[in-house]
């Protein structure tokens, strides 16, 4: 998608108060970012909101300035993007929905990411990238997460015993679907005893793995 990056450099202007005051006076203008496809804004204050750049034939690592949007909630990035999670979404602190799966996203995931990403985050999907190394355990900080994709994430190592504290593990989109999934890894050792004791938890898929040991089901909500 040509000029891409220089559409997403505009937007954070949007964050400004000025820029909201003079939105009505400029929304006809030709470029106007609440007025652009793909872009969602709050009709109130003028800020952007909602960014739908999935599927669009988009090359290169995600720019710096997505961060600026600090109003943004959404934010769909899946079949495009290359380079490595970029750490100016720390400041997306209104980010409730982040979809990066099926991207050549690579290098090792940042150890603070579950303490820097913002604390609203309800929905995080990585499945289908190129990273390196484990799961860290500082995305069991994401308390609030209704919906973790991890498959296809190239993920080595043990799951950590901490991701049975994630207790609201329950939404995704509008549905009760109510997943964790982390299939198609190269994970080892054994899976963690608290998962099975998640209440929200009816699906868990961890096919395609290397986990050892007994498998003890004792207490799963889906088997009651």
């Known amino acids: ?7 997403l450099l505009m937007l954070p202007v949007l964050t400004s108060g000025a820029a909201a005051q003079s939105r009505s006076a400029s929304a006809s203008a030709a470029g106007a ?8 804004c709050d009709s109130a204050a003028g800020r952007v909101t909602k960014l739908y750049l999935d599927n669009l034939n988009i090359t290169g690592p995600i720019v710096d300035a997505v961060g600026g949007l600090s109003s943004l909630e959404h934010l769909h990035l899946s079949n495009n993007i290359s380079g490595v999670l970029p750490t100016a979404l720390y400041r997306c602190r209104s980010l409730r929905f982040l979809d990066l799966s099926i991207n050549n996203i690579g290098g090792k995931l940042p150890d603070d990411l579950g303490n820097r990403l913002g604390r609203n985050l309800r929905t995080l999907y990585f499945g289908a990238n190129r990273f390196d190394g484990s799961v860290l355990v500082s995305l069991c900080m994401l308390r609030n997460l209704r919906y973790l994709g991890l498959s296809e994430c190239n993920f ?7 991701l049975g504290q994630l207790t609201k593990l329950k939404e995704f989109s509008d549905v009760q679907v109510e997943i964790l999934d982390l299939s198609d890894n190269s994970f080892t050792g054994t899976i963690p005893a608290g998962i099975w ?3 929200n938890l009816k699906e868990f898929m961890v096919y395609n793995n290397s986990f050892t040991g007994n498998l003890q089901v004792d207490g799963f909500p889906a088997t009651g």
Request: glycine share 8%; aromatic share 8%; proline share 16%.
């Open 156 to 162: 080595t190592g043990t799951v950590p015993a901490e």
């Open 1 to 7: 998608m040509a000029g891409w990056a220089c559409c």
């Open 33 to 40: 970012p609440c007025s652009w496809p793909n872009v969602a």
């Open 197 to 199: 004791r998640l209440p």
